[in-house]
Structures are given as C-alpha cells and as structure tokens.
C-alpha cells in the first residue's frame, strides 16, 4: 500500500516562503503524476500543481510565478517551493499521485496545513 507523507506546513507572514515535501512510502518512479491539492473550509479542493515523470509541470493561474514543483526519484519525494506566499495561499495541502495519465488521483497523504498572516 503506498503511502504518502507530508510535511513543511506551518504559520509564515504575507511574503515570506515555505517549502512542502511529500515523501512516498515506494519508489515514485511508478507514478506518472504527482501533485499537490489544497482545500480550505467549505471550499472545494483546487489543484495547485502537478509533475509527470518527465518532468513537465503545470500550475493553477493563482500560484504561476510563486510555487515551484519538483521531485527527487532517488529520494521518493516531491517537493512544492512557495515563495511570495499570500493570505489566500492558506489552507491544507495535500499531496497526490497516480500511476495513470488521466483521471482521478487514486493516492492521497493525510495533509499539512499552511497558513499565512498579513
């Protein structure tokens, strides 16, 4: 069963940075995607940001220029780097991944919440 791991939340003022890791239980190198998701309170989950296994990225509009996706195959973990972090940058931020190109992520981690004061 694999299992993903996040960490790196925590409380940061407007501007400042944080960088999230997901650490998976097995080698990535199955996964042809892995991204993040974040949700805050009686809001749908929004897709943050998502890396195929060759490395090709995609942002939501809202983050382009600010967050960063990477991974490290020989680490089994995905990173997200946010830099000029916003108030509406808080929520929780889930970690996701999935062996198939399209469709619904099949695995998830437990979250790490981020939340950022003005």
């Known amino acids: 069963q694999v299992q993903l791991v996040e960490s790196g939340g925590g409380s940061v003022q407007a501007g400042g940075s944080l960088r999230l890791s997901c650490a998976a239980s097995g080698s990535i190198f199955s996964f042809n995607r892995m991204g993040w998701y974040r949700q805050t309170p009686g809001e749908e989950r929004a897709l943050v940001a998502t890396i195929r296994s060759d490395g090709r990225t995609n942002y939501a509009d809202s983050v382009k220029g600010r967050f960063t996706i990477s991974r490290d195959n020989a680490k089994n973990t995905v990173f997200l780097q946010m830099n000029s972090l916003k108030p509406e940058d808080t929520a929780v931020y889930s970690c996701?991944?999935?062996?198939?190109?399209?469709?619904?992520?099949?695995?998830w981690g437990q979250g790490t919440q981020v939340t950022v004061s003005s």
């Open positions: 996701v991944a999935d062996r198939s190109v399209l469709g619904p992520y099949d695995y």
